[in-house]
């Protein structure tokens, strides 16, 4: 740590001696010098005058290294037991899904067998990795009813990509042209709106009702006056409101009569899983998070896995390459004539599909169907213990995510963002906050089926713990969390418009 400087040291400090080598000076005068960053971890030719014959420029130069191992060690373990992570704590980040992913998982992923593989091997010296990616497909064809996957999206919005670039694809075969509008729910994930427009087409926005529902009398107007000029519909279920949307058959039967598809954002499959097929609510294509409802490992950029599933209708034009098993033999097929191609290099994100059939596997049928149970009895006590204390977006039960706002405590001039850093100071991330942005002072909290009631009981508790203090008048306080850990509040705004990226001297 460059030109650190002893402000205080103890008497027995300053009166140490550092002898041998030719070099015999107190830390006083290697304080006066500026020279703390040269105590080096590497031996350096005996000198016989510090001031002029150190050589340290042309160690500088060298970029020889100035700390020890421990000292370096103990300086990154120190710093990592400050990052807090699921393996520490719990993340109720609504739609996020930040669940634990089971060591076993991590093992797997480990084998030889799928560690040490290389894409362009030989498929013969493969068949376990193609296997599995067979047995993958098939798993996410059950579990969804629908007739055909492709693993080669690399994540949740190369999905939606490869979903609707599926329908484009379909509908330029069959009618000679692309379709010119998609609707979307004004409480979709932005990468809803984002990946209609990156392939093409023009976004028709439906409102939310009062009740957190997709609005089905504005959506048999958008029919009425676009008809067959609409592509396509995308409908998160259950939507990102904790609802599940109640008028999904009627919407689909809507869509389908005008030739268009069903799309279903599948973020919150993790809701469903194991009870409700997809195919049966009338969805066409669908992507899945294999890192949020299979357990896989995300966040902090990736990596993530998006594989995708469609209806018989449209099984010819999804990407390649997919698996299959012929010739008694599992191989790669990318011959079909209507695809609408590659997407990604090679065949997508392979070690998390090992973990997401692991989980599977793991499960069983019945457990993934447990596990959305779980979920969804998680939130919904979340959600009752938590109503007197804060105002709660929309009434009645929820799926897995349960959707708060700050209206109780804005009497008191304290918003989300003062909440949120509140539970930083607790010792518990924050929840997901501002969104949906149809909802004003959002807090969305998703427990998921992964943590245990008393860690969920002690969620409630700090939440509730912050409502008094609100209500006791501990206003000032309020604002100033957090104050124990190592960075105080910051200006978000600046921090993200004006990041500083190189560390400084500490005198500055």
């Known amino acids: 740590m460059k030109n650190l400087v002893f402000k205080e040291m103890p008497k027995y400090v300053s009166e140490m001696k550092f002898e ?23 031996d350096v030719e005996e000198v016989s005058d510090l001031s002029i014959n150190t050589g340290l420029p042309e160690r500088e130069e060298l970029d020889i290294p100035t700390h020890s191992e421990p000292e370096v060690i103990r300086h990154f373990t120190r710093l990592s037991q400050k990052n807090y992570s699921i393996d520490t704590g719990f993340y109720p980040l609504g739609s996020c899904t930040m669940k634990y992913n089971p060591r076993v998982n991590e093992l797997v992923a480990r084998l030889p067998g799928f560690s040490n593989i290389h894409p362009l091997q030989d498929e013969s010296t493969i068949q376990g990795a193609l296997e599995l990616m067979y047995e993958l497909q098939n798993w ?63 976004i028709i926005m439906v409102q939310t009702t009062s009740a957190g529902y997709c609005d089905l009398p504005e959506i048999k107007k958008i029919i009425a006056n676009y008809g067959q000029e609409i592509a396509a519909i995308m409908l ?49 294509v669908m992507h899945f998070n294999l890192h949020k409802t299979f357990s896989t490992p995300h966040g902090g950029g990736g990596p993530g896995c998006g594989p995708i599933a469609v209806c018989r209708e449209l099984q010819q034009f999804l990407p390649v390459p997919f698996a299959d098993f012929r010739n008694n033999k599992y191989e790669l097929v990318s011959d079909s004539k209507d695809s609408l191609g590659q997407l990604k290099n090679f065949y997508g994100q392979f070690t998390l599909m090992v973990r997401a059939l692991s989980y599977m596997l793991s499960n069983g049928k019945n ?105 006791n008048g501990d206003i000032e306080e309020i604002k100033s969390f957090p104050i124990s850990t190592p960075r105080r509040r910051l200006d978000e705004t600046q921090a993200a418009r004006k990041p500083i990226l190189t560390w400084y001297n500490i005198e500055n």
Do not use: W
């Not at 629908?146 to 329908?167: C, D, F, K, M």
């Not at 279920?237 to 039967?253: M, R, S, Y």
């Not at 906050?433 to 969620?459: C, H, N, Q, R, W």
């Open 20 to 42: 041998g080598r030719g070099l015999n000076f107190n830390v006083e005068l290697l304080n006066k010098r500026r020279l703390c960053k040269y105590i080096s971890g590497v």
């Open 140 to 202: 996410l064809k059950e579990l969804s009813g629908l007739a055909a996957i492709s693993l080669n999206p690399a994540a949740g919005a190369h999905g939606e990509y490869a979903g609707i670039r599926t329908i484009k694809q379909a509908h330029l075969f069959k009618e000679g042209k692309a379709r010119k509008y998609i609707i979307i729910p004004d409480s979709a994930h932005g990468t809803n709106p984002a990946t209609a427009a990156s392939c093409g087409y023009e």
């Open 236 to 284: 998160t279920n259950p939507n990102t409101c904790g609802k599940f949307e109640k008028d999904i058959i009627e919407i689909a039967d809507l869509i389908h009569s005008v030739g268009a598809y069903f799309y279903c954002d599948g973020a919150n499959f993790n809701a469903i899983v194991g009870n409700i097929k997809p195919a049966d609510l009338g969805i066409d």
């Open 367 to 471: 457990g993934l169907s447990q596990v959305a149970k779980d979920a969804v009895l998680s939130a919904n006590y979340i959600q009752k213990s938590l109503e007197p204390y804060y105002h709660l977006a929309y009434s009645g039960f929820c799926m897995h995510e349960c959707l708060f706002t700050d209206k109780k405590q804005k009497k008191y001039d304290i918003s989300t963002i003062d909440i949120a850093k509140s539970l930083v100071e607790y010792g518990f991330h924050p929840m997901t906050m501002y969104f949906p942005l149809t909802v004003s002072g959002a807090m969305l909290i998703e427990p998921t089926e992964t943590e245990t009631k008393e860690t969920i009981d002690k969620f409630i508790e700090t939440m509730i713990y912050i409502a008094k203090k609100v209500k």
